[in-house]
């Protein structure tokens, strides 16, 4: 069963700097593709950044510049750096791991952490 847990939300002014960690138990990290997303009230889940196994990135275009997504397959572990945050960054961030499996494809998802950007 895999279980994917966040860390390293708060509360940071603008201009300010977070780093997002989530450690995925279980035993797929090597072959999944890691994924952040956020969703702000009253909005729409939407894609911050994903990596995929071969540390291809992808972001989405108001992140891009300012947020790093890096992943440690020894740890079992993805970060998102997030640098510069503005108030619109202000949301709760799930990490996601989407993986196939005897021809299958799977989503997990965390629980959230959350993340306000506020002078």
């Known amino acids: 069963q895999v279980q994917l847990v966040e860390s390293g939300g708060g509360l940071v002014q603008p201009g300010g700097s977070l780093r997002l960690s989530c450690a995925l138990s279980?035993?797929?990290?090597?072959?999944?593709?890691m994924g952040w997303y956020r969703q702000a009230p009253e909005k729409r889940r939407e894609l911050v950044a994903t990596?995929?196994?071969?540390?291809?990135?992808n972001y989405a275009d108001s992140v891009k510049g300012r947020f790093t997504i890096s992943r440690d397959n020894a740890k079992n572990t993805v970060y998102l750096q997030m640098n510069s945050l503005k108030p619109e960054d202000t949301a709760l961030y799930y990490c996601?791991?989407?993986?196939?499996?005897?021809?299958?494809?799977?989503?997990?998802w965390g629980q959230g952490t959350q993340v306000t950007v506020s002078s």
């Open positions: 996601n791991a989407h993986y196939g499996m005897t021809q299958r494809w799977y989503d997990s």
């Open positions: 279980g035993s797929i990290f090597s072959i999944a593709t």
């Open positions: 990596i995929t196994s071969s540390h291809s990135t």
